[in-house]
């Protein structure tokens, strides 16, 4: 990929598990984890080709209205993927960011997040952002508020303040959406960030991405022209 321009910055909604799941007749969780299982392929395979940031929609503020079976199971997923799967990331130079806010979320699962925070916060070889309790349209109101409660005036504030009040304010703006299981929309992932990006969608299930789809997916952002409003 060398001679072709890499996006500095993928974001992965990753839909379809439950209706993975159901498709090979399989509980719920299942899919999530084959869902799990595949990211950890998609996201070294992003980091191998290039791309300095990934981000993917893990769980949003509105998957609270799942079953509380469903909830917990995902839950203790996360807690795992912190926990008994750091070791991945880091031997991988990975660095990890989670965002998205932890009201309702359990105290050992906060910590656990933090502590894979800082174990990887010294990575080169790529970021990895999980958005976990994440809704875009919140983040954009809890920066508003933030920049209220520092008493800045209505006419002082720009995008560029808004943008320094962000979740992982570092994070750039996202250059391509990927979305699977063949629902085209947004919801609610990243809406700063991706207000000028190129947005792809497959039909396949997460649970079904490999490596071989992310090559096939830095071909067709290289075929796209990025207009940015021009």
Same mark, same amino acid.
């Not at 997040?113 to 800082?118: F, G, Q, R, T």
């Not at 000028?196 to 789809?213: A, C, N, Q, V």
């Given at each position: /990929?060398? @001679?072709?321009?890499? *996006?500095?910055?993928? %974001?992965?909604?990753?839909?379809?598990?439950?209706?993975?799941?159901?498709?090979?007749?399989? *509980?719920? &969780?299942?899919?999530?984890?084959?869902?799990?299982?595949?990211?950890?392929? !998609?996201?070294?395979?992003?980091? $191998?080709?290039? !791309?300095? &940031? /990934?981000? !993917?929609?893990?769980?949003?503020?509105?998957?609270?209205?799942?079953?509380?079976?469903?909830?917990?199971?995902?839950?203790?997923?996360?807690?795992?993927?912190?926990?008994?799967?750091?070791?991945?990331?880091?031997?991988?130079?990975?660095?990890?960011?989670?965002?998205?806010?932890?009201?309702?979320? $359990?105290?050992?699962?906060?910590?656990?997040?933090?502590?894979?925070?800082?174990?990887?916060?010294? /990575?080169?070889?790529?970021?990895?952002?999980?958005?976990?309790?994440?809704?875009?349209?919140?983040?954009?109101?809890?920066?508003?508020?933030?920049?209220?409660?520092?008493?800045? #005036?209505?006419?002082? !504030?720009?995008?560029?303040?808004?943008?320094?009040?962000? &979740?992982?304010?570092?994070?750039?703006?996202? $250059?391509?959406?990927?979305?699977?299981?063949?629902?085209?929309?947004?919801?609610?992932?990243?809406?700063?960030?991706?207000?000028?990006?190129?947005?792809?969608?497959? @039909?396949?299930?997460? *649970?079904?991405?490999? #490596?071989? $789809?992310?090559? @096939?997916?830095?071909?067709?952002?290289? #075929?796209?022209?990025?207009?940015? %409003?021009?």
């Amino acid at each position: /990929m060398s @001679d072709k321009v890499i *996006p500095r910055h993928i %974001g992965y909604i990753l839909d379809g598990n439950r209706r993975w799941a159901k498709k090979h007749g399989l *509980p719920t &969780y299942e899919g999530h984890l084959a869902g799990y299982n595949a990211l950890k392929e !998609v996201a070294i395979a992003t980091r $191998d080709a290039g !791309v300095e &940031y /990934m981000t !993917v929609y893990a769980f949003s503020t509105e998957n609270w209205s799942r079953s509380a079976e469903e909830i917990n199971k995902l839950m203790g997923l996360m807690f795992r993927a912190m926990k008994a799967d750091l070791n991945l990331f880091i031997e991988n130079n990975i660095r990890l960011r989670i965002i998205g806010s932890a009201e309702g979320l $359990d105290k050992k699962l906060i910590e656990a997040m933090k502590d894979a925070e800082d174990k990887t916060s010294h /990575m080169t070889g790529g970021t990895l952002a999980v958005c976990f309790n994440y809704g875009g349209q919140a983040e954009i109101v809890n920066a508003t508020r933030a920049l209220i409660q520092e008493g800045v #005036k209505a006419e002082d !504030v720009t995008e560029e303040s808004i943008e320094q009040h962000l &979740y992982a304010a570092d994070l750039p703006p996202i $250059d391509l959406v990927v979305r699977t299981s063949g629902e085209h929309r947004l919801s609610n992932f990243m809406t700063w960030r991706t207000a000028y990006s190129e947005l792809l969608f497959l @039909d396949k299930f997460w *649970p079904e991405m490999t #490596k071989i $789809d992310v090559k @096939d997916i830095l071909e067709e952002y290289n #075929k796209r022209h990025r207009r940015f %409003g021009g």
